[in-house]
Structures are given as C-alpha cells and as structure tokens.
C-alpha cells in the first residue's frame, strides 16, 4: 500500500515571499502520478499541480512548481510570491497507474498555509 | 457548469438514522469516488466504483454501503449513523482508463453531523 507523508502540519509565509511544502511518499510501483490540491476555506478541492513520475522535468503552474525527487520519494511545492488567496489546505496526493481500472488516489494529511499581509 | 454535485451540503442526524448521500457528475467520467476527511487525516477513500456496474471497498468501507446508479450517478448509504461518521464527504470522478495525469474532478462536499 501506498503512504503519503507531509511533515508540516501548518506554515505561515508573508506575503509576496515563497514557500515550500513538503511531502514524501512510499510505493514500489514505478509508474505514478503525483498532485497537489488545494482546499481553501469554501473546502473546494482544487488541482494546483500535477507530476508524472516517468518525466523527470520538474513540473510548474505560473507561480507553483514542484521539485520531484524520485529516488528519494520526495514531491515538495513551491508556491513564489505568495498571495493572500493562496490560504488553504494543501494536500499532497498519490496514485498508481494500474493496468486496468479505477485510479485510486492517496492523500496525506494536509498541511495548513497561511499567508500573512 | 460541467462538474460532480453533491446533496445535501449539509446534514444533521441522529444516531441510529439513515440517509444516503447523493453525487451526479456530467463529464461523462467512468469511475467515481466517496472520501471523507477528517481532521488531521486527510481524504480517506470510503468506496469506489471504476466503472458502471462496479464498486469497490477503499480504505474506510465500515458503516458504508454505495450503488452506482448509471454512469452519471453514485450515492453513499449510511444504514445506522453513528458519530464517529460525523465528518465531511467527498464525491469525485475521473475519466478512467489513461488518466492523463488530471486527478480528479471533486464535488463542493457533504458537512455530516451525528449527534
């Protein structure tokens, strides 16, 4: 079974600067996909970003990006020039690409961001 | 607006009642999905069903029972509430076969409260 470990469980960043979230993961498959999604306080969940563990290209949205580290099993975000509406919940999430059928995905637990004027 | 829609957004029942939660999705998406979340758990995969016709226990499936209707429809049955389902619930779909990396398409959610 697939684990998702995010070790902060709340950031807080000031405005305008970065930061970055965490995550690790523990699978044996060598096919996935990773996500971030973001839950703001209206609890929508949103897709920030997504990585295909076959791509080594580090993946980015505007001003999201990922550093994926697939020997190390690491999926940190990077949020620059942090805004007000980038308050939220963020998970990290994983999902195996099986042959057939449905695709599961597994979260972690969230980590809180605040963002500070 | 194309997406997957929950009712009701919120509920309050009492221990021992039922109720079944509804999710409709017009995106012509094969698999759905129910998650609850929990705080400081994250999303925790209740029942699947990858394609019409199939469902699948995920993670949390004690409690639970779910039908898929048709392809547009897939609700979550609790038979006798008790409070530790008190949580919110999420519906989500996704096309299947080749995901092309997009994840999942989630309803707004369902605020459950047993008292």
């Known amino acids: 079974a697939q684990t998702v470990t995010q070790s902060q469980p709340e950031m807080s960043v000031q405005e305008a600067e970065t930061v970055t979230l965490s995550c690790t993961y523990d699978t044996s498959e060598n096919n996935y996909y990773l996500f971030w999604y973001k839950q703001p306080p209206s609890r929508q969940m949103i897709l920030v970003i997504r990585?295909?563990?076959?791509?080594?290209q580090n993946a980015t949205e505007n001003r999201f990006s990922v550093n994926f580290q697939k020997a190390a099993k690491s999926f940190s975000l990077k949020i620059s020039d942090s805004q007000l509406g980038d308050t939220a919940m963020y998970f990290c999430a994983f999902m195996k690409r099986p042959g057939a059928g449905s695709y599961q995905l597994t979260f972690g637990k969230g980590t809180k961001l605040s963002v500070i004027p | 607006n194309a997406g997957v829609t929950q009712t009701p957004k919120f509920q309050v029942l009492k221990t021992g009642q039922s109720m079944t939660l509804q999710c409709a999705q017009d995106m012509n998406h094969n698999s759905m999905y129910w998650y609850r979340q929990d705080p400081g758990m994250g999303l925790r995969l209740i029942y699947y069903s990858a394609s019409e016709g199939t469902t699948d226990k995920g993670e949390v499936p004690n409690g639970y029972n779910v039908s898929r209707l048709n392809k547009r429809e897939f609700s979550l049955r609790l038979e006798s509430a008790a409070p530790s389902q008190t949580s919110v619930y999420f519906c989500a779909s996704s096309p299947g076969g080749e995901p092309r990396g997009y994840g999942y398409t989630f309803g707004s959610g369902t605020r459950l409260t047993v008292v």
């Open positions: 990585q295909e563990a076959y791509k080594q």
